[in-house]
């Protein structure tokens, strides 16, 4: 539990650090985006001084300057207005192009008034300076209107574009860790399973063997029938295990008869203090399944309800129902129930609240429902003090 919540800490703080770096990300691409603007407003400053010489000159100025000026501009989108409204003049503009030049003009005075009405202008009184008002009637000017340059649109969108690149690129490292981190998982599983059904086998075969002999010696014993029970139990767990990895082939199955032999079994092994219960609707369920796989699943799931009681009096239920085109199994407890922060991580392997528990036994039956019979299985409920309660859904199929 406390690996578990490590965890989720480092998960925590990893998006806390992806966001601080999203967050420093734009506020630099903030500033370096206003300073380029500025730039380019003083730029245009010095460009519309450049317009306001040419017009005011007459046969005696030296425009070399002035026209330096004016041609240098290559990357400013501007469109000079008169006091009118209609374009004089326009440079740097893209799609502007129109049947003829007085088309073209008119599409820039459209164009140039909205860059005016959204404040994009230099005010140039002729006969006075950038930016001066003049009161004298009949004063002529023109408005220099101008958008931002390529460059800095470009750049204004390279901080979205460069974090979605990061974000796509971070999904990607994730699932991909994910993805060999299960593989991983799956080996070990498939490696444990294996090897545990081998080790199994040995004294499997030879308590068989003393089995018949106890047959023999003492054909009247009661308890040898019992203890012949145990031993074949030893036999399908141990297949069981040899079935991980592998996928056996699902054939159709009685629901009823594979949860009736599962909780015969339980019941005779259980302390009397625990009462079990069985729900299930008259008409038998046929269902594709491999049942001793299954039969681990709800085995599993019992136990795990009977030790939630912690030795007090308490009740199982296993409810069973057809829904249409898919069976419900659920099977709930009466015992101490799971915290809410822990009921997503309870499939987790290694995860488990006992004192001596491994953590696999809900992780396998995850695996079991899902993958080898391509159903769900998650906690529908779980309150401290009252019980839990878990359901599968199982694909009924043809």
């Not at 994910?178 to 075969?205: C, D, F, M, Y």
């Not at 009736?260 to 008409?283: A, C, E, F, L």
Request: proline content about 3%; aromatic content about 6%.
């Amino acid at each position: 539990m406390q690996w578990t919540d490590r965890i989720r800490q480092m998960k925590i703080l990893l998006v806390a650090a992806a966001v601080m770096i999203a967050v420093a990300s734009l506020l630099v691409s903030h500033f370096l985006i206003r300073d380029l603007a500025s730039e380019e407003r003083h730029r245009m400053e010095v460009w519309a001084e450049a317009m306001r010489s040419l017009n005011m000159a007459d046969e005696n100025t030296d425009l070399n300057l002035v026209l330096k000026v004016i041609n240098e501009n290559n990357t400013i989108p501007v469109i000079v207005l008169d006091s009118k409204g209609e374009a004089q003049t326009f440079r740097n503009v893209v799609g502007l192009e129109g049947v003829d030049d007085l088309d073209s003009l008119k599409k820039a005075s459209k164009l140039g008034r909205e860059w005016l009405e959204a404040g994009n202008n230099i005010k140039i009184e002729l006969g006075g300076k950038v930016g001066e008002t003049s009161n004298a009637v009949g004063h002529d000017y023109i408005q220099v209107c101008y958008d931002e340059s390529l460059m800095l649109k470009r750049l204004a969108v390279y901080p979205i574009v460069q974090l979605g690149v990061v974000m796509v690129f971070v999904v990607v490292a994730i699932f991909a860790l994910l993805t060999s981190k299960r593989a991983e998982q799956n080996k070990i599983w498939v490696g444990l399973s294996k090897e545990t059904a081998h080790q199994l086998g040995t004294p499997i075969s030879s308590l068989m063997a003393w089995m018949e002999i106890l047959k023999e010696s003492y054909p009247e014993d009661a308890l040898i029938p019992e203890m012949d029970k145990d031993v074949k139990r030893l036999q399908l767990i141990a297949d069981r295990f040899s079935k991980i990895g592998s996928l056996p082939e699902p054939v159709p199955a009685s629901l009823h008869n594979v949860l009736d032999h599962v909780m015969d079994y339980m019941v005779r092994r259980t302390s009397n203090k625990v009462k079990i219960v069985k729900i299930m609707p008259k008409d038998n369920i046929i269902i594709k399944l491999n049942a001793s796989l299954f039969e681990w699943v709800i085995e599993n799931l019992a136990k795990n309800a009977i030790d939630a009681m912690g030795g007090v009096p308490g009740t199982v239920t296993l409810r069973v129902e057809d829904a249409g085109e898919k069976a419900v199994i659920e099977v709930s407890d009466t015992g101490r129930g799971i915290r809410r922060k822990d009921v997503g991580n309870v499939f987790r392997p290694g995860f488990t609240t006992k004192e001596r528990g491994w953590g696999l036994g809900l992780s396998l039956a995850k695996r079991i429902v899902e993958e080898y019979h391509h159903g769900k299985i998650w906690v529908k409920s779980s309150e401290l003090g009252k019980g839990t309660t878990f359901r599968i859904e199982l694909p009924k199929g043809e």
